[in-house]
């Protein structure tokens, strides 16, 4: 009768090891994913501003260094993307929005800017992008803060090793002006007043 007391326990222990183990690692793998989806959203918004310079380039003759700032910007996000460090691609990319933010105030100056379609429909697809990424900087945080707090949970603590299981960086705006970014409305409509 001890002996299968003994041989339940030992196999109710492994089989928790087990499951403790592979909850760990499908929580990493949905951080790794989590992290993949803020790259897609970055990668697009990467893509769309050589778009943007190119279309108001011809117009902003007098503001090359605002345009030099936002490609500047988009450069070192773009390498800093490459490396996976959450806290670097957070500093460049809050440097990328806030160059583009400045890009956006100086084009408030060019009514011919203003009544293009193309410059409406790029900012559409910005302003669209940049939500996108909000979501996807919150579903990683979401993601990686569960992963975090499981491995650091008792008795899940004790496999976390076994299961090479990390702290997993929140994205976090370093800029604190970021979340204050200023909509910028180039449409042709007057404001009600």
Request: no cysteine.
């Amino acid at each position: 009768m001890g002996t299968i007391l003994f041989l339940v326990v030992v196999v109710a222990l492994i089989l928790w090891i087990v499951g403790a183990y592979n909850g760990l690692i499908a929580l990493k793998n949905q951080t790794v994913n989590a992290w993949k989806q803020i790259d897609v959203q970055l990668k697009r918004r990467h893509d769309l501003i050589p778009n943007l310079v190119n279309t108001v380039k011809g117009s902003m003759n007098f503001e090359k260094d605002t345009l030099d700032a936002v490609v500047s910007a988009r450069s070192r996000a773009m390498q800093s993307g490459a490396g996976g460090d959450v806290k670097e691609t957070a500093a460049a990319e809050t440097a990328l929005t806030g160059a583009l933010g400045k890009l956006f105030v100086v084009m408030e100056r060019y009514p011919d800017l203003k009544s293009s379609q193309n410059v409406r429909d790029l900012q559409e697809e910005l302003s669209s992008t940049e939500n996108k990424i909000a979501f996807a900087r919150q579903f990683y945080n979401d993601v990686a803060t569960g992963y975090n707090t499981k491995q650091q949970q008792f008795p899940t603590n004790l496999v976390a090793g076994l299961a090479r299981a990390e702290i997993a960086e929140l994205w976090e705006i370093e800029d604190k002006a970021e979340p204050a970014v200023p909509t910028v409305d180039l449409s042709l409509q007057k404001p009600q007043g």
